[in-house]
């Protein structure tokens, strides 16, 4: 793994919580609907009872909301580790850099444009950070 992928970890955990999110609120919708009965068939006495056909899709949610509870706790962990770990750098430009770019989620070139810089130098910049990054959390990462 390198300090980029490393620092991307924030966007696809928070990409897994709000794809997971979707996904309940689809099976919500899909349990309030009602199936019909189908009268065509006959109904005998010995025939055992099934459970109501929503009820594997709220045991689905159930375990989603499970999911999406754990996914938020290890964003929350990790979002804060990260944090502290681009502020241990010592160049506040990269700081600044690297919380825009991996915490806030913003493109380098909405951070140029905050920061009031060109593209080209804060491409250059990031690239920068990266490798200081890669250097002081080098135990992360292989060389």
């Known amino acids: 793994m390198i300090a ?5 970890q924030l966007q696809k955990i928070n990409m897994l919580i709000n794809q997971r999110m979707q996904e309940k609120a689809d099976l919500s919708a899909m349990s309030r609907c009602i199936a ?10 010995t025939s055992p009872l099934e459970a109501a056909s929503f009820t594997k899709t709220i ?18 962990d990790l979002k804060h ?3 502290g770990e681009i502020q241990g750098l010592k160049n506040c430009k990269f700081i600044e850099i690297l919380h825009k770019k991996y915490v806030e989620g913003k493109g380098l070139e909405r951070v140029a444009d905050e920061m009031g810089y060109t593209f080209q130098y804060i491409v250059l910049l990031h690239g920068n950070a990266l490798k200081e990054f890669s250097n002081k959390y080098s135990i992360y990462f292989q060389c």
């Open 4 to 8: 980029k992928e490393y620092l991307q």
């Open 36 to 45: 019909s009965f189908d009268y065509t068939k006959d109904r005998v006495q």
């Open 59 to 76: 045991e689905k949610i159930v375990v989603l909301e499970e999911e999406i509870n754990g996914l938020i706790q290890e964003y929350v």
């Open 81 to 83: 580790k990260i944090i």
